[in-house]
């Protein structure tokens, strides 16, 4: 049995997080952490059916879930999300910052439109959610946990076509380190996860097509990662474990990036 002061560390009962992304892949699989942990959750996506699928789930483990349609790019939408999380569970603690894109193009053949709309979801949206959670959080005067999920993709592209990807990611963590001077005097902790190669609905297709075989000698560990994986880190930065940790990077890669 835990001692009762380990099961403190790492639990998250009475909080209520916003999970954004996560009707399906790392974002599902974090959602599905945090109420293992003890969290109610708003599992917000653009995909109305699969959000309200994934809050069934949550709901069969013995949590209230509340699932919300969001674009994160969009201002209004953002804002309605905090609000109807507030109005559900009255008060929000945690945000994870998941929702992305990364539509592969090289830039030769890139638009403006994709290249825009890259950045309105992976680090507009973060920028929204980020300001509109954090008014909230400030507000129950308790603290609370921001965490971004990132890519290693920030530091370092891993195939062509995804400069645009790139750019975005590294943005996050760079937002990330100003959030966290910002806000830490009213106890909100910002910090970043930066996932490797992660098998996913999203990714399945491309890794059977030979991108997990050729990855998969590069990493040191000699496997690729898990919604498992980054869910567990992400629990981790959201704990009171993690209290005294803000404005840093936690990369989740197998050792990817050490070789």
């Known amino acids: ?19 954004t992304g996560s009707a399906s892949g790392i974002g599902r699989g974090i959602a599905r952490r945090l109420v293992q942990a003890g969290a109610d959750v708003t599992v917000a996506d653009r ?27 969009d201002e209004a939408a953002v804002i309605a999300m905090v609000n109807r999380t507030m109005q559900e569970f009255g008060r929000l603690d945690i945000l994870v910052n998941n ?25 507009r949206g973060v ?3 980020t300001r509109e959670a954090a008014r909230a959080i ?12 990132s890519s290693i993709e920030s530091f370092h592209p891993s195939f062509p076509g995804l400069a645009h990807y790139c ?43 030979g991108v997990q075989a050729a990855l998969e000698p590069r ?20 704990s009171p474990a993690a209290a005294y940790i803000t404005g840093t990077t936690l990369t989740v890669d197998g050792g990817y990036m050490v070789t």
């Open 1 to 19: 049995m835990l001692h009762p002061e380990i099961e403190r560390l790492f639990s998250l009962e009475g909080s209520v997080a916003i999970v």
């Open 47 to 73: 995909d109305r059916a699969g959000a309200e699928r994934t809050a069934a789930e949550l709901r069969d483990l013995g949590r209230r879930a509340l699932s919300v349609e969001v674009d994160v790019s």
């Open 99 to 123: 929702a992305g894109v990364f539509p592969a193009m090289r830039i030769l053949d890139m638009t403006v439109e994709v290249w825009d709309r890259v950045m309105a979801v992976n680090l």
């Open 127 to 129: 920028f929204l959610c």
């Open 138 to 149: 400030r507000a129950g005067k308790r603290g609370g946990r921001v965490v971004n999920i």
């Open 167 to 209: 750019a975005s990611k590294s943005g996050v963590n760079l937002f990330t380190q100003g959030a966290a001077m910002e806000f830490a005097k009213d106890g909100i902790t910002v910090n970043t996860v930066c996932p490797g190669a992660t098998l996913t609905e999203g990714t399945e297709q491309a890794f059977k097509a």
């Open 219 to 238: 990493i040191p560990l000699r496997r690729v990662g898990t919604p498992d994986d980054v869910s567990s880190a992400v629990l981790f930065l959201a």
